[in-house]
């Protein structure tokens, strides 16, 4: 998108902003806030697979 004249100040505006979100989640640093969200993401999807792993053993009709 920053190749197209005139859409390269949006594009950095974009990236700045999204840097600025995980630097949040990381104690100032952007690639720890992605590393927190992304043990985040993935613990809760190991909850949910579990979750429904077990509720399907117990709904199962033999």
Do not use: K, N, W
């Not at 998108?1 to 989640?25: C, K, S, V, W």
């Not at 993401?41 to 792993?53: E, H, I, K």
């Amino acid at each position: 998108m920053g190749h197209f004249p005139g859409l390269q100040d949006l594009t950095e505006a974009i990236a700045t902003q999204i840097m600025h979100f995980l630097a949040t989640f990381g104690s100032g640093t952007p690639l720890r806030g992605l590393f927190v969200i992304s043990l985040t993401c993935s613990f809760v999807g190991a909850l949910f697979d579990t979750y429904a792993y077990y509720r399907y053993q117990i709904l199962r009709i033999d």
